[in-house]
């Protein structure tokens, strides 16, 4: 079909299922008055490449080109293709269309409009049953009956008591009685919703079979997969018994190293049979004793611990985010007391699962006034969260900030010198220093004016250049301190190394960085970075590197320019 010259609104987006897909389209329909899909998808018939055209209510036109024999299928068979298809993983791209372009684009695709039915959205995006069925599937029966006659007949017997139709029979053929002595392991499939080839889950259990020869001391007797069988998604139950000959460190080490077997493994499923695994329990039984994931176990279990040696920080958050939000913490700690607040303890509370509030209490050290401190702490902690949000693709909100305020006990200069006027012996000593200046300047007149002079602007400059230098070094220290911390928030690559340095003409600081990453490649089926290219990331970068040499400069009233920028992605 022909559609309006305009880029789309998402590129090469990934949907699993109905929902997923769904979403897609709702969030163009919230922009505009139409939508236009082009989908990319593979079935048991063949790859297919599908394009739709809806309003906010039903679907107006849709076509289908079958990409192996180069058949285009309109109207009722290519939505007939689609439902079939829906589910499955499939690659969309999504452009949103406004009424005058929705009008112009079903004008100028009249003939495939007329063609198709007109479908309304809830049921082309019908999201399919996960639940079982009520009435369990024949299927089970064959499987407990024939293992009940392995036991007293032999091999024979059962082959012949299974009948052919019934796939799930030939699984139970394995462990016969005969070959459990010798360590064959058994392997059992219940199905319930539909059906998935057998092969799929023989390989997936060959793959957990080879992964626990490498175990030590573990022999696994029983295999049980409980799988319930949807639209493109199989939602499965796995349970693996064995025996172990090991201590209670080695059970441990297996039932760790066959929880990551079970995840690592499952997107055989996927390759086999074109169905997407989700794992929904795992269950270790060793020796008799059900051993329960470590993963499942300590999901909602939350981590208490100090983030520093000296337990300056302490935190409380998920495990499995612990060492996102513990980097967090050292980074605004680090940024907060360059502000000229010193933390003298500081403890954050982390809330939620899906989302996350940040809850924080700290002793600081300050002669700031109270409203300043508690502005410029939630500015940095909002800053930062909305940083950490990108990358962690969760919503993370600043939520409660309890500051308990101590007087600096040791302020330079102003507190030095109150004390010192306060004194008796201090006294004297600044009645000395007025004489001794008054000497010195009579002495200096009496040498000339001119040398006096000279003299003083000599001193006046190397003054300013001394003042000058003192705010540029701390400035610098902080700028490579923030850019440091900034640089390890930034998402699809991860921070390797910086170079910093800096040159000073006259008051002005030129400031060279380098800066190296490493692409991060993983995601999903077809690599969730993939649309994002180098220069991108570069982009991304440099504008992070320009606004913290900003801000620093902003904070110590020095001129930062950067001069020099090269950033290495590899």
């Known amino acids: 079909m022909q559609l309006p010259d305009k880029g789309p609104l998402m590129e090469n987006a990934v949907a699993t299922s109905a929902e997923e897909l769904g979403a897609l389209v709702q969030r163009a329909l919230s922009g505009g008055n139409g939508a236009f899909l082009k989908i990319f998808a593979r079935g048991t018939g063949g790859k297919y490449y599908i394009t739709v055209l809806i309003d906010r209510s039903k679907v107006l036109a849709a076509e289908c080109l079958v990409v192996d024999t180069k058949q285009n299928l309109s109207g009722e068979e290519a939505i007939r293709v689609l439902n079939s298809l829906i589910g499955k993983p499939m690659v969309v791209d999504v ?33 399919p049953g996960e ?80 992964e ?38 080695d059970i441990e080490v297996a039932e760790k190293r066959m929880l990551h077997a079970v995840s690592k493994y499952a997107p055989v499923l996927l390759r086999e049979a074109e169905t997407k695994p989700i794992i929904r329990d795992v269950g270790i039984i060793i020796d008799g004793q059900e051993l329960k994931p470590q993963e499942i176990v300590d999901r909602d279990k939350k981590k208490t611990g100090n983030v520093t040696k000296d337990g300056k920080i302490s935190l409380s958050v998920l495990e499995n985010v612990w060492p996102y939000f513990s980097a967090y913490a050292r980074t ?78 040791n302020v330079p200069g102003a507190t030095a ?29 009496q040498a000339g004016i001119d040398e006096l002079s000279a003299l003083t602007e000599e001193k006046k400059k190397e003054s300013e250049e001394t003042m000058l230098r003192s705010r540029i070094e701390p400035a610098v220290e902080t700028l490579k301190n923030r850019i440091h911390a900034e640089l390890k928030l930034v ?63 902003r904070e110590y009233g020095i001129a930062l320019n950067l001069r020099k920028l090269n950033v290495v992605i590899r």
Do not use: C
């Open 95 to 127: 452009y949103a269309l406004d009424e005058l372009e929705l009008k112009l684009s079903v004008a100028d695709n009249v003939d495939v409009y007329a063609q198709t039915p007109k479908i309304p959205l809830d049921e082309l995006f019908k999201v």
């Open 131 to 210: 639940g079982p069925p009520a009435e369990p599937v024949k299927k089970e029966k064959p499987i407990e009956t024939k293992a009940a006659m392995a036991a007293t007949a032999g091999a024979a017997v059962t082959s012949q008591a299974a009948p052919e139709p019934q796939p799930l029979a030939v699984e139970a053929e394995k462990p016969r009685p005969a070959q459990t002595p010798a360590g064959k392991p058994e392997v059992v499939i219940n199905l319930t919703g539909g059906s998935i080839p057998e092969r799929a889950f023989q390989v997936y259990a060959e793959d957990l079979l080879k």
């Open 212 to 249: 626990a020869k490498r175990i030590k001391g573990l022999t696994i007797n029983r295999i049980e997969f409980d799988a319930n069988v949807g639209e493109g998604v199989v939602y499965l139950n796995v349970h693996i018994h064995g025996n172990s000959t090991g201590d209670s460190r």
């Open 332 to 409: 605004v700690v680090a940024e907060i007391e360059s502000a000229g607040i010193k933390i003298d303890k500081a403890h954050f509370d982390i809330r939620g699962r899906k989302e996350f509030e940040i809850n924080l209490s700290l002793v600081v050290e300050t002669g700031m006034a109270r409203d300043s401190v508690y502005r410029v702490i939630r500015d940095i902690l909002s800053r930062h969260a909305k940083e950490l949000g990108r990358s962690l693709k969760r919503y993370i909100t600043v939520h409660n900030i309890e500051v308990e305020t101590v007087s600096k006990a």
């Open 417 to 445: 010198t109150s004390t010192a006027v306060g004194s008796g012996k201090a006294a004297e000593i600044l009645a000395k220093k007025e004489l001794i200046e008054k000497e010195v300047e009579q002495l200096l007149k």
């Open 491 to 553: 998402p699809r690559v991860t921070f390797k190394w910086l170079k910093l340095n800096h040159e000073i003409r006259s008051s002005t600081v030129y400031v060279d960085i380098e800066a190296s990453f490493l692409r991060e490649n993983v995601g999903g089926l077809f690599g969730s970075f993939s649309g994002v290219s180098d220069e991108k990331i570069k982009k991304d970068i440099a504008a992070t590197i320009q606004r913290v040499i900003k801000d620093v400069s």
